[in-house]
């Protein structure tokens, strides 16, 4: 028999719960033996819920009961959660997380606590919740050289630019029904402001390179700026804005970011909507590869936690040797990257605008839509970020320009 612990009834953590009682039969025949679930750690009490009877108020309890061999941590946060999970793995528990803040900061040392004490650390629900993403990463595309993954990783913003996109609400509107529906919290700034899918990149980036991405050192930008009249634009392009987290692996040099991007219409992830979510990886002999589903929520991310349970409880004493050391991978400068941009121009004199825009940037195709005046967008050619922005800097001293409105990079 294996026997279990619970760090957190919140959310995934009474989804835990309900997976594993619902599901007992088919999750006991796949781990090949008994899985009990001995504790669950909260601070509050939960009078009528058959789980009462296995509360605890003290981390001790499960710390010092050799019984326990399994911690499933789905507290959230950094602390306390770090040093329960800390503590767990040198007493010679395994642990299975859904924390990506945890992860994200502290991985590669839990990893490596893990192996020393022969133990796992596993992680599957900390990037695409319900979306099974690390464990191909390690066991499945072995044979190839990673070379991109991008990814729509948050539901919530996805969510927010589908309905801009498709109602035309503008964003305080839409933040507000977000908000309502309970996909965005009260303070919001995690997932608008890109902080969320900063730390899934920065995983995933992390596996791909087998070191240490810093998500402090990903350029992040979120979506609080984008407006109703950008959608038009990218609709004329065929496109639509999603928030992407983005990383490339070129020639022994990494890069990342986390930031809006039109999306156009052969791109497979700008037919994702809603609160899904999805992660398309590029292998080098595989090509593309899409894995998509329900980003988050309390069964679908509570289904990828208990895929590590069972993962965890096949391999007792067996580490299953997820590569991620914690040397630091250097990234490139974020100016240093090739993009493309849809840039929003205002002007005072038309025709001399569009002039300057074809001195600058070589095109005369400019795009123009009703419900926007004196302004007019263009899409820049593929160059250096540093390039197009000293360009972008050159524009704004032309005559008959006010102003630049917006950028948005392209993602073909």
């Known amino acids: 028999m294996a026997v279990i612990a619970i760090l957190g009834y919140g959310t995934v953590g009474s989804g835990v719960v309900e997976v594993m009682r619902s599901n007992k039969e088919l999750i006991e025949s796949k781990a090949e033996q008994p899985v009990n679930i ?3 750690l909260d601070l509050r009490d939960f009078p009528g819920d058959p789980v009462q009877d296995i509360i605890t108020h003290n981390f001790d309890d499960i710390l010092n009961d050799d019984q326990v061999e399994l911690v499933v941590e789905v507290m959230g946060g950094i602390n306390p959660a ?7 793995l040198l007493s010679g528990k395994s642990v299975c997380t859904s924390n990506k803040e945890l992860v994200a900061a502290h991985g590669a040392e839990l990893m490596r606590i893990a192996k020393e004490k022969n133990v796992n650390f596993l992680f599957e ?3 695409g919740g319900g979306i099974p993403i690390i464990r191909p990463i390690n066991r499945s595309i072995t044979s190839d050289r990673i070379e991109a993954v991008t990814g729509i990783l948050n539901g919530t913003t996805n ?3 589908t309905k801009m996109d498709a109602e035309g609400i503008d964003y305080d509107e839409v933040l507000k029904d977000a908000q309502e529906k309970g996909y965005a919290e009260r303070d919001p700034a995690a997932d608008v402001e890109g902080h969320d899918a900063c730390r899934k990149i920065a995983i995933l980036a992390s596996l791909a390179t087998e070191k240490t991405v810093s998500y402090e050192d990903i350029y992040t930008e979120g979506i609080t700026n984008i407006s109703t009249t950008d959608m038009l634009y990218a ?3 065929g496109g639509s804005v999603k928030l992407l987290g983005k990383a490339g692996f070129e020639n022994g040099r990494v890069w990342a970011r986390v930031a809006p991007a039109v999306v156009l219409a052969n791109n497979p992830l700008s037919m994702v909507n809603d609160v899904f979510n999805a992660i398309l990886l590029k292998g080098n002999m595989l090509g593309d590869v899409m894995f998509y589903g329900r980003g988050a929520g309390k069964l679908p991310t509570a289904s990828a936690v208990v895929s590590d349970i069972v993962d965890a409880v096949r391999h007792k004493n067996v580490n299953l040797g997820i590569k991620w050391s914690e040397d630091k991978q250097e ?3 974020i100016d240093d990257v090739n993009v493309s941009k849809l840039v929003r121009v205002e002007y005072s004199d038309k025709d001399k605008a569009a002039a300057c825009v074809k001195r600058l940037f070589g095109t005369e195709n400019i795009l123009e839509t009703e419900e926007a005046f004196d302004e007019f967008a263009f899409v820049t050619d593929c160059a250096k970020e540093s390039d197009i922005n000293d360009r972008l800097e050159g524009l704004l001293n032309c005559d008959g320009i006010n102003g630049i409105l917006n950028t948005i990079r392209m993602e073909g």
């Open 125 to 127: 629900a900390s990037v």
């Open 331 to 333: 990234l490139m400068d």
């Open 159 to 161: 969510y927010m630019l």
């Open 82 to 88: 770090y040093s329960f999970v800390k503590s767990a």
């Open 38 to 40: 001995k504790y669950v």
């Open 235 to 237: 609709k004329m392009l």
